[in-house]
């Protein structure tokens, strides 16, 4: 009898140590959003309990950290099928404050904000600040798990596909790509950061180390590996110079980023690109109205030319 009061105890504990995380981060939530609760809550507390900062909740939980933090990823998937998308982001944040091996947690926070709540704002200052906030909290993730290259490769991801970051995102791929148990898309990501920026010094270095990862001729996964990177080797060194190409690479790129409802690619030189003034969105180069709203481009009086930039051969491309 006394060991099961004794559990019994133990149970209440946490269940009121998980209660105690809950009420400053529903408050948190009426904060940052208080126009979806009963505005008066803005000038009250929901309760008369005076809660301490996180940490000492933390570590006052003990042993009981990991429990706690499956009991609030419960919570977590409450809000995510319930539609309370803006009040997930405290509570992951104490999932992976009270468990921070918790890979799941720390991945779908990180791309909640820097997808969902970042295509849900309607401010550009709001979009990049969830943008910022998404690649911050996957920093702390890499941070707290450094052996774990599918978080590593998670931030590679969102600076590539989101932050449009391809030169800082490489630097993740090749990291993320150097664990032994990384998958083989991984190497191959390292190198469409640099194609999709046309940096051909970089991509044919970068399609040369994936052609020396993943090179087992008894494994079927890396020979689908090593097919993928030849033929992609094999028409870069046929294209790097044809501008014709280039532009359908980046129509199709484009494209399909369009359909997923994520920004356009633009270039630093912008040789494929006409930007418009209205909307700030591109359309091929020589277009008359943007392709976006329709806006005209050019005066009407205005000589519309092909400017097809001027590329010298990338170091690399003797040995293709």
């Known amino acids: 009898m006394q060991g099961r009061s004794a559990g019994n105890r133990l149970v209440l504990l946490l269940v009121l140590g998980v209660l105690m995380l809950i009420v400053p ?3 948190s939530i009426h904060k940052a959003r208080p126009y979806l609760f ?6 009250r507390r929901v309760s008369a309990i005076t809660i301490g900062p996180t940490p000492a909740v933390i570590a006052a939980l ?9 009991l609030l990823w419960l919570k977590a998937e409450r809000q995510w099928h319930g539609g309370g998308w803006w009040a997930l982001l405290p509570i992951l944040d104490a999932v992976t404050q009270l468990d921070p091996h918790f890979i799941l947690a720390w991945q779908v926070y990180g791309w909640h904000a820097a997808y969902n709540l970042h295509a849900e704002s309607e401010t550009i200052a709001d979009k990049r600040y969830w943008l910022d906030r998404g690649v911050r909290i996957l920093g702390r993730a890499v941070e707290a798990n450094p052996d774990n290259w599918e978080l590593i490769f998670e ?11 391809p030169w800082r995102a490489a630097e993740y791929f ?3 790509a150097e664990f032994p148990d990384a998958k083989s898309h991984v190497a191959r990501m390292y190198y469409r950061c640099f194609e999709h920026v ?3 010094d970089r991509l044919f270095a970068a399609l040369e180390y994936a052609k020396s990862q993943h090179n087992d001729p008894n494994v079927s996964g890396d020979i689908q590996h090593q097919t993928i990177v030849k033929r992609d080797t094999d028409w870069w060194t046929e294209h790097w ?3 014709m190409e280039h532009r359908k690479q980046i129509v199709q790129e484009n494209t399909a980023r369009k359909q997923r409802a994520v920004s356009y690619y633009l270039y630093p030189d912008d040789p494929y690109w006409d930007v418009c003034e209205r909307c700030g969105l591109p359309s091929p180069k020589g277009s008359e109205t943007c392709e976006i709203c329709g806006a005209p481009l050019h005066r009407p009086d205005e000589k519309l030319e092909e ?3 001027a590329r010298a051969a990338p170091a690399a491309r003797a040995e293709h």
């Open 25 to 27: 981060l529903q408050e």
């Open 38 to 43: 009963d505005p008066a809550r803005k000038t």
């Open 62 to 70: 003990g042993g009981f950290r990991t429990v706690a933090a499956d």
């Open 155 to 165: 931030l590679g991801w969102t600076l590539y596909d989101r932050s449009h970051e």
């Open 174 to 176: 090749r990291q993320a």
């Open 198 to 200: 046309m940096d051909f």
């Open 241 to 243: 110079d044809d501008p």
């Open 307 to 309: 400017s097809e930039p």
